[in-house]
Every structure is written in C-alpha cells, then in structure tokens.
C-alpha cells in the first residue's frame, strides 16, 4: 500500500521560509512522479510542483516560480519543497501524492494515486 506523509508546515511571517517533506513507503519512489498540491480555505485544489525521477522532469507553478524549490532524494524515498519568500496568499494546507502525471509544463493528479494527509502552512502578514 502506497503511504505519504507531509511534515514541516508551520506558522511564519510574511518573507519567512520553511521547507516541507514528503515520506513516501509503500512503493519505489524512482518508479513515480510525485507532486506538491495545495488547498487554501475555500478555494479549490491547484498544483504547486513536482518531481518525477525517472525522465529527471521538474514542474513548478507560476505562481510561486522563483520561490519554492523542488528537490528529491529516490533513495531516501522522500521529496521536499523549499518555500522562500513566503506571502499571506500561499497559506494553504499541502499536500503531496503519487504517482502523479509530471511534465514540464504541468501537473495533474492521477485518479488512483495516492495522497498524504497534508501539513498546514499558515503565513502571516
């Protein structure tokens, strides 16, 4: 059974940083694009970045382009998001799944991935 887990949200303020992880088990994490969504209260769901390890394929959203950074170690099955430059409207609850459909113009969740439960991000002006 494929399992993630999201940790290292958190409170900052306006400018601050945080960097979040994904854990994956369950699969081999070379073998799948794993991607980054996030949903704010009220909003719908929208993509943020992922990573597939097999084409070496990096998508990241316009939206925050220039401040997160996508990395990922396969062997350590995990993924991580460096938020930088943080601002009110990237409060959201994140949440990582696979396998996902990554490319480098897009991201799209796939119907029977799998999902972690998410960690909140919360950025105060």
């Known amino acids: 059974e494929k399992q993630l887990v999201e940790s290292g949200g958190g409170s900052v303020q306006t400018g601050g940083s945080l960097t979040l992880s994904c854990a994956a088990s369950g699969f081999s994490a070379a073998d799948y694009a794993i991607g980054w969504f996030r949903q704010a209260p009220g909003k719908e769901r929208e993509a943020v970045s992922c990573?597939?390890?097999?084409?070496?394929?990096?998508y990241v959203d316009d939206s925050v382009k220039g401040r997160f950074t996508i990395s990922g170690n396969s062997a350590k099955q995990a993924v991580y998001l460096r938020m930088n430059d943080l601002k009110p409207e990237d409060t959201a609850v994140y949440s990582c799944?696979?396998?996902?459909?990554?490319?480098?113009?897009?991201?799209?969740?796939?119907?029977?991935?799998?999902w972690g439960r998410g960690t909140q991000v919360t950025v105060s002006s």
């Open positions: 799944a696979a396998p996902v459909t990554c490319g480098t113009w897009y991201l799209l969740p796939v119907e029977s991935g799998s």
């Open positions: 990573i597939d390890f097999g084409d070496n394929s990096i």
